[in-house]
């Protein structure tokens, strides 16, 4: 995470800068890889809004979810849904796909997913 946060009237916070992930290709044009996510509640979309040949897209990356003081993330990574609509994207809390950090196991990524997802899950536990 390269970029800086922003404290709103709300108390939400908002990051604006850019997310880089290693060995992950974003099929994002790199003067387009600008961020801003409001976090409400901990948590928000990680979304690119690209421009190319008079077309706006967006890219869903997935849910970043992070501790107040930003050193704790996970992001729950979106998916093509299976139900076949054409960019329809989600996540599961069964089999869905996560990125966390810090964390050097499975068993410790677990863990800080469902520290940083409590509310989001409302009462679920990721195992």
Known sequence: MDGKRYLTTSGDYIFKGTIDIEGE???VPEDQKMLKI???KGYGSMEYIIFENG???????GTLFVDRAFSKLTIAISEEDSSGEQNSKSWSSEDGLMLSM???NRSE???LSNE??????GGYTLK
């Open 25 to 27: 290709p974003f099929p």
């Open 38 to 40: 409001r976090f409400h």
């Open 55 to 61: 077309k706006t897209d967006i890219f869903l990356y």
């Open 102 to 104: 810090p964390a050097t």
């Open 109 to 111: 990524a677990i863990q």
């Open 116 to 121: 940083l997802m409590e509310t989001y899950l």
